[in-house]
């Protein structure tokens, strides 16, 4: 079935460098990728909708400047964390749709962030 | 996108079934009800999607009633391994498409020995 890779699963950086995700869809093409953030002991939160080949959209509150989101082809999003601070400690969480209809939302493993 | 409203915690033992409701009186004709499974420190995991009466698969059941309102998840004969927090989601088409998903609080099952 439809399966999604998230990496690194866990990183850990210093305060003011940046940090990249990457998500793939491993046996199908994904128009459209989420990305969610996760605090511990709390639910989901979306961030932004990456479209392929187009800019992404973010959500309110979410700076677009601070979360750098790329989807260059039809198997690979990218998000960057610039100039991380131990506040963007977090569990980023990414998804992929195949834009059919009936056809679930897959979601990768996961990257917990740990901002030293 | 429709809200949804589900118990922040359950109780169950091993071996029983457990029922899991979520409301969500706001839904849309065009919206599907998708449920998803989280453990710690992984990504949500589909468990099964429906848009009207009743849906099951290998994993669960999905009842809807008519007027689509509410639907119970239905998890037969649990065991520890569905310790887990479970997402009733609404939206547009289901949970493919290009719509974005919006996660509630979700449900915390415990299940005991």
């Known amino acids: 079935g439809a399966v999604v890779s998230q990496h690194p699963s866990w990183v850990i950086c210093k305060s003011g460098t940046s940090v990249k995700i990457e998500c793939r869809s491993l046996d199908f093409q994904a128009t459209t990728m989420f990305w969610y953030r996760q605090f511990p002991k709390q639910s989901l939160m979306l961030m932004a909708t990456?479209?392929?080949?187009?800019?992404?959209?973010?959500e309110q509150g979410v700076e677009k400047d601070k979360f750098l989101i790329n989807h260059a082809s039809l198997t690979l999003s990218t998000l960057t964390v610039t100039s991380a601070h131990p506040e963007d400690s977090s569990f980023y969480i990414c998804s992929a749709s195949s834009g059919q209809t009936n056809s679930p939302l897959h979601f990768g493993n996961g990257t917990r962030l740990t901002v030293t | 996108l429709a809200k949804t409203t589900q118990p922040i915690s359950m109780d169950s033992y091993e071996g029983q079934e457990v029922n899991i409701t979520c409301s969500h009186n706001n839904i849309a004709t065009n919206d599907y009800i998708t449920w998803y499974q989280q453990f710690p420190s992984q990504g949500p995991r589909f468990i099964i999607q429906?848009?009207?009466t009743k849906v099951t698969n290998e994993v669960a059941s999905l009842f809807i009633p008519a007027d689509r309102k509410s639907s119970t998840l239905s998890l037969p004969r649990v065991s520890l391994s569905d310790t887990a927090v479970y997402y009733c989601?609404?939206?547009?088409?289901?949970?493919?498409?290009?719509?974005?998903?919006?996660f509630g609080a979700g449900t915390r099952l415990a299940v005991h020995p």
């Open positions: 990456s479209n392929e080949g187009s800019k992404a959209t973010y």
């Open positions: 429906g848009y009207k």
């Open positions: 989601l609404v939206a547009p088409g289901g949970s493919g498409g290009y719509n974005k998903l919006i």
